[in-house]
């Protein structure tokens, strides 16, 4: 199968460098020095670019483009298939601006390009079979049924990796302030967010806390202080924040 992706900023190079072994890749853009540079990095793929009017005639399209920048799209004819990466926005929009036989919906993250993206799609049932094997093969892929449970997955699995970075970043830096080399500090967290995801496939994440909690220990007292400044308060915020963001950008 070829798929042509329309836009190639950083989630697309994710997309396309984990599908890139399995697909046939075509990428159309309107800056010729980052194709051009894509090119480079990716070789076996094809690029283009943009034209007004662009025919995308019996094409599956891979919609990366930024939400805002929907309506400046010009396409014409009617694509195969039709995957869109844009957060918050609505399959209605997507009719709205581009014709396709069938739509769907994705939300990808930026470890597609390490095959360990966490996706999330829906849509038209008729593509779900086509969906699943296209981002299965950059990771994990859950189906939700409604558009909703994706923008709320969208601050969660899509978003989730600028959040866990800020984590991570916490993490190393307390350990550096107490007095453990950058560098080490660097792979001991690698390792943690490593195994912590092997633990998570079969445990629950309070069970996980439990076992690692033993009373009056190094764990609870770190724990405490997580508590103390709301740190979940602020994950669960920070959930909520950025689905109403999704909503808000799908009505732009």
């Known amino acids: 199968m070829k798929l042509t992706f329309i836009g190639n900023g950083n989630m697309a190079r994710a997309l396309i460098k984990g599908l890139v072994s399995k697909y046939k890749i075509e990428v159309l853009g309107r800056n010729k020095l980052s194709l051009d540079n894509l090119k480079q990095e990716i070789p076996t793929i094809s690029i283009g670019i943009l034209k007004n009017d ?45 014709s396709s036989n069938a739509y769907i ?24 079979e086509n969906a699943m094997e296209i981002f299965n093969a950059i990771g994990t892929t859950l189906w939700l049924n409604t558009q909703k449970e994706l923008d709320i997955a ?37 390792g943690l967010f490593d195994g912590f995801s092997a633990l998570l496939k079969d445990e629950k994440a ?30 669960i915020e920070a959930i909520n924040v950025a689905y109403q963001k999704a909503i808000e950008l799908g009505k732009k």
């Open 206 to 235: 309070s069970n996980i806390k439990d076992a690692v909690m033993s009373p009056g220990g190094t764990t609870a007292a770190g724990y405490s202080i997580l508590e103390k400044h709301n740190v979940r308060f602020s994950m």
């Open 154 to 190: 969208t601050g969660l699995a899509g978003s989730g990796p600028a959040f866990l970075a800020l984590v991570s970043e916490g993490l190393e830096d307390g350990a550096v302030n107490a007095g453990l080399k950058r560098e080490d500090a660097q792979i001991l967290t690698a």
């Open 54 to 98: 662009e025919d995308i005639t019996n094409k599956n399209i891979i919609l990366c483009v930024k939400p805002y920048s929907l309506d400046q799209l010009s396409l014409s004819g009617k694509a195969k298939s039709l995957y869109s990466v844009l957060a918050g926005t609505t399959i209605e929009s997507l009719k709205n601006n581009i």
């Open 105 to 128: 919906r994705t939300m990808p993250n930026l470890a597609a390009s390490k095959l360990k993206s966490m996706t999330t799609v829906t849509g038209d049932i008729s593509l779900k």
